[in-house]
């Protein structure tokens, strides 16, 4: 990484407290969806399938399955839509094996 990249994002202080969670854990993600003029809170809830990245530019990809189809998005840890990251059930508590990254589960019809 560059070394003025590396100054810059050691100077910034990431506002946000952030829940300790792992690739395995079920998730909710509140993001502010901004509709013409109206901004609202949406959540969404699924399993958190992959970590990439550290620092400012960490994210993270949670799955869930919406009307039997599969459905992934990818979210920015410390990004302003992102509101508040929720740690519904941790790996320990479910069947998944501890992985880095999950992508097996796309495999999965459940």
Do not use: W
């Not at 560059?2 to 810059?8: E, F, Q, S, T, Y």
């Not at 958190?48 to 920015?76: D, H, M, N, Q, W």
């Amino acid at each position: 990484m560059h070394p003025k990249v590396a100054a810059l994002e050691s100077e910034i202080k990431p506002k946000k407290e952030i829940p300790e969670f792992f690739p395995g854990d079920e998730l909710e993600v509140h993001i502010r969806v901004q509709e013409g003029e109206k901004v609202r809170t949406q959540v969404f809830t699924g399993v958190c399938i992959a970590r990439k990245g550290a620092g400012l530019r960490e994210t993270f990809t949670v799955r869930k399955i919406s009307y039997g189809e599969g459905v992934e998005r990818i979210f920015p840890i410390y990004s302003p839509n992102v509101v508040k990251i929720k740690l519904v059930k941790s790996r320990k508590d479910n069947r998944f094996a501890p992985r880095a990254k999950m992508y097996y589960l796309r495999k999965k019809k459940r």
